[in-house]
């Protein structure tokens, strides 16, 4: 994000400078304070649908010639090249001869000349109104409660990554289903940041939209202000929990320049992004994103103040609507690599008979975790997910007491 942010500031920076006197000024300032938006997917403005600005087809914008209708450039991006199939071994870049490129085969049609598509019907046109519909009901059964479950967790690990269990291992049984108090804190585990950021990712795409496959989804301008906001709750959790960042811990599943069951740490290189030609970007230099040039509205509100307060500010914010007394979860324990591709488990309360074809427009709907993964032949065989479900309100509609 900050190399697309940075592209950004340098070509609104040339675009100001071709305005006319009478106006350039402005725009040079505006470009300066320019940073990348984010669209914050779990406030309760988003059950809505997304906004406007991502599905007009055509928008006006004030241009160094006037005013101008232009075809809308966060709709979709129009691909220049074919990428409806994945590259085979042998056709490798030259300097990685050795990289065994996955057959990816799940990725959907994706021909040069067409759109970037969410939710798209037979004719591979984009489902607006299914993408709202969508986001009717997810938003405040899977994305909400995600959010306000993960801002319990104080230790990064957990807070970051769906694959790490309560006591800061990767694999682990499903827990029990006794009856037992409800501890946020204990058991938030099941939430993370990386579980909100891949349910996004399905319901924004939904089955062969780009946003919902993981070597396709930058293609969608959408990917951009979903990672913005990414970085954003991932600033606030740092403003809730200041000393808690990237510990040392073991690899599990390895990169390309990563070796597996390799010690990481907060120092370790983020291949490939480079900070200079000699060096590489590392957690630790982008700790604290006052340095990087921007901040929070949140983060600035409690600047200096008792990291309670912006817990509470920020648990306020996204708080279960109704914010029930007593809550009730579902807590899944999921093999990432068990289908080929992206998957979610759909939990339906009441419902026996409920399968997939199941609408999520039904009472019985409780919520679901997605699993935003690759076929399961590139997917290391110990790597579980973690999630849990909040069935509180569909309990409450189905009259259900305990």
Known sequence: ????????????????????????????????????????????KATEGVPKIFTSPEIEINTPDGKKNVKNP???????????????KGQNPNDKPNYNVPNLT????????????????????????????????YVPTVLRPGVYQMFHISNFLRFSSHGVNSDDTQTGNVMSGHPSPINLAGMAHFASLETAHDGFHLVCGGLGGHMAYIDIAAFDPMFFFHHA?????????????????????????????????????ENTDLTPFRKTKTE????????????????YLEVEKF?????????AYILDLYKPDPHYGRRFFVKLTIKAGKLDGPYSIRVFIDLPDANAQTEVTSPHFA????MWSSTKNHVHDNTFVYGTVDITAAMERLNIRT
Request: charged residues 25%; negative net charge; aromatic residues 12%.
């Open 74 to 88: 966060l709709k979709s991006f129009t691909l220049p090249v074919d990428i409806s199939y994945p590259l085979e």
């Open 229 to 265: 906001n990414t970085d954003r709750l991932l600033a606030l959790w740092q403003g809730i929990y200041p000393n808690s960042w990237v510990p040392k811990t073991i690899d599990l599943n390895g990169s390309y320049t990563d070796e597996l069951y390799e010690a990481i740490d």
């Open 1 to 44: 994000m900050l190399l697309i942010e940075s592209l950004l500031v340098e070509e609104a920076k040339k675009i100001a400078l071709q305005y006319p006197d009478n106006e350039k000024e402005k725009y040079v300032e505006a470009a300066k304070q320019l940073r990348h938006p984010f669209f914050d997917w779990a406030d309760i």
């Open 106 to 137: 799940y990725n959907p049609y994706t021909p040069a000349g067409y759109p970037t598509v969410r939710h798209p019907n037979s004719n591979y046109e984009d489902q607006t109104d299914l993408l709202n519909s969508n986001m009717s009901v």
């Open 303 to 311: 600047k200096g103040q008792d990291p309670q307060k912006i817990k």
């Open 367 to 370: 919520g679901l975790v997605s």
């Open 280 to 295: 590489f970007w590392k957690s630790s230099d982008v700790t604290d994103i006052e340095k990087l040039g921007y901040t």
